[in-house]
T-cell receptor, first 113, second 116 residues
């Protein structure tokens, strides 16, 4: 079946560096994408979202890029901080009515001081 | 705190027992979702409600699972005759619904179930 997946299961960066987390999706009907951050023992926390009619969206220290041609999504975190250490999930909504998110496996981001 | 809340946060039970979890969504949200998350995996959709109506159930939701949202506010998820394979984090999320241009789902802290 179609699914959302991540290229890298782990990412280790130095504090202050920029981080890039990648995600591939295979459902061309998906029209809404979200990045969530999940810390150990907690529920997923919304970071940023993007609709398929956009290719870039910026938030505070975060940017999401969407490349529909190659079905690729990325999350860029500027000036990564130790508090950014967590598992990051991309999720997609597979078109139609806006519910039922499909999540990838996640990328563990570790920020070294 | 006006976010999604879940109770209990942790539940340990013996195989064969019944358990019930509660979710209180963000107050103005019409939609409520249940997901299950096992270690190292992303959340998997179980079911969702639009107000009090349960509109979709995943194949993951066997006949031992039942969810309700009787007044369109809080929801309960019951698992009957628990099995060790039911051990997971059960996540609840809520969103405004289709009236809004975005329907971002906000998650609660989850209920960690351990079946011995």
């Amino acid at each position: 079946g179609e699914s959302v997946g991540l290229h890298l299961p782990t990412l280790s960066v130095q504090e202050g560096d920029n981080s890039i987390i990648n995600c591939a999706y295979s459902n061309s009907a998906s029209d809404y994408f979200i990045w969530y951050k999940q810390e150990s023992g907690k529920g997923p926390q919304f970071i940023i979202d993007i609709r398929s009619n956009m290719d870039k969206r910026q938030g505070q220290r975060v940017t999401v890029l969407l490349n529909k041609t190659v079905k690729h999504l990325s999350l860029q975190i500027a000036a990564t901080q130790p508090g950014d250490s967590a598992v990051y999930f991309c999720a997609e909504n597979s078109g139609g009515s806006n519910y039922k998110l499909t999540f990838g496996k996640g990328t563990l981001l570790t920020v070294n001081p | 705190d006006t976010g999604v809340s879940q109770d209990p946060r942790h539940k340990i039970t013996k195989r064969g027992q019944n358990v019930t979890f509660r979710c209180d969504p963000i107050s103005e949200h019409n939609r409520l979702y249940w997901y299950r998350q096992t270690l190292g995996q992303g959340p998997e959709f179980l079911t969702y409600f639009q107000n009090e109506a349960q509109l979709e159930k995943s194949r993951l939701l066997s006949d031992r699972f039942s969810a309700e949202r009787p007044k369109g506010s809080f929801s309960t998820l019951e698992i009957q005759r628990t099995e060790q394979g039911d051990s997971a984090m059960y996540l609840c999320a809520s969103s405004f619904g289709p009236r809004h241009s975005t329907d971002t789902q906000y998650f609660g802290p989850g209920t960690r179930l351990t079946v011995l």
